[in-house]
Structures are given as structure tokens and as C-alpha cells.
């Protein structure tokens, strides 16, 4: 009878992201990978014909974490794009390897920044919506200004330079959308 395989392709993935998550893309090298798992690095090129291969997985089921992250995030404000920011400085400041991953990597091919916001759910297309109900002359136009707003914040989240409390954060945008609305 032939033995059975421990190292599947589910339980590599799963090293993989938890490793990402951890260390960081970078840090996902197949023998880095393999002694995350206890294993020689045969199994992962069995499943994997190359590093990208994974990669390409890891990404997409960052993408479906950050998904799932929006989906749930919780908060009370109605303002369009005030709730995306947060949730989006949020992810950033929780979850700032997968942060990385999705948002300044090259890793996610042909997808872009727009597409991996919208979702599978149209987060963004939901709150240009918002705002063209609410009487934005321009909604894209100001998704845009408050979007490059809200990604620099993000950012300074990574860096250790953003210093906000949540309801300064709020005024903040709340303050961007007025003006720019």
C-alpha cells in the first residue's frame, strides 16, 4: 500500500500564509517554508512547480482575508468613503504584512489597487453610490482625493508615523469629503 502524504498542498498554503502574515512575503522561501512546516522543501516543489506558484496563491488568499476583514468591519458612520478609510488604516495597522502584500507588492499580476479595494462586494463602487446620492457633483473625482488621503495614512501606519486616535481620523475625513464634495 502505498503511504499516505502529510504535506498537502492545503497544509502548505496554510505555512505559507501564516508565514507571510508573520515575516512577510519576502520571507516565504521555500526552505524558510519547509522548516515552518517540518518538512524537507520535496513536498512544497511537488505541490509547486516554483515559488510564484505560491506566491500567486498566498496573494489570493490574502486578497480573500482582506475581503472577509471589509465585510465584517464594524462602524457607525454613514459619511461615503469614511468607512473604507478606516477599515483600510485598520488593516493596516493590524495586519501590516498582508497590508504589504495586497497593497505595495507587485505579486498581484494584472489586478489593480481599484479592483483588490472594490472587492468581490463593490466596497468602493458602494460608496461612490453613496456619494452621487448624497449630491457629489464628481464621486470618483472625490474618491480619488480621498482615497490618495487615505492610503498616505495607511502608509504612516507601517512606518510608525501615524499618530491619529480614531476620531481624529474621522474628522479628518469627514473634513476631506465636505470640502472636496
Not at 20 to 49: M, W
Amino acid at each position: 500500500m502505498a503511504r499516505k502524504e502529510q504535506i498537502t498542498k492545503d497544509k502548505i498554503l496554510e505555512a505559507a500564509f501564516d508565514l507571510a502574515r508573520e515575516e512577510g512575503i519576502d520571507n516565504v522561501t521555500a526552505r524558510k517554508l519547509a522548516t515552518h512546516i517540518g518538512c524537507s522543501t520535496q513536498p512544497i516543489f511537488r505541490v509547486y512547480s516554483n515559488m510564484n506558484e505560491l506566491y500567486m496563491e498566498i496573494y489570493q488568499k490574502a486578497t480573500d482575508a482582506f475581503n472577509d476583514y471589509y465585510d465584517n468591519y464594524k462602524s457607525e458612520i454613514d459619511t461615503p468613503f469614511v468607512h473604507l478609510g478606516l477599515a483600510y488604516i485598520d488593516y493596516a495597522r493590524e495586519q501590516g504584512q498582508l497590508f504589504k502584500l495586497l497593497f505595495q507588492s507587485e505579486i498581484r499580476g494584472e489586478k489593480s489597487l481599484y479592483e483588490l479595494l472594490n472587492g468581490k462586494n463593490g466596497a468602493v463602487t458602494k460608496e461612490i453610490n453613496k456619494a452621487a446620492a448624497d449630491g457629489c457633483a464628481n464621486p470618483s473625482g472625490l474618491f480619488m482625493k480621498m482615497w490618495i488621503f487615505i492610503y498616505g495614512c495607511a502608509c504612516m501606519v507601517l512606518t510608525g508615523d501615524y499618530d491619529l486616535t480614531r476620531e481624529e481620523t474621522i474628522d479628518f475625513l469627514n473634513d476631506i469629503y465636505d470640502k472636496c464634495s
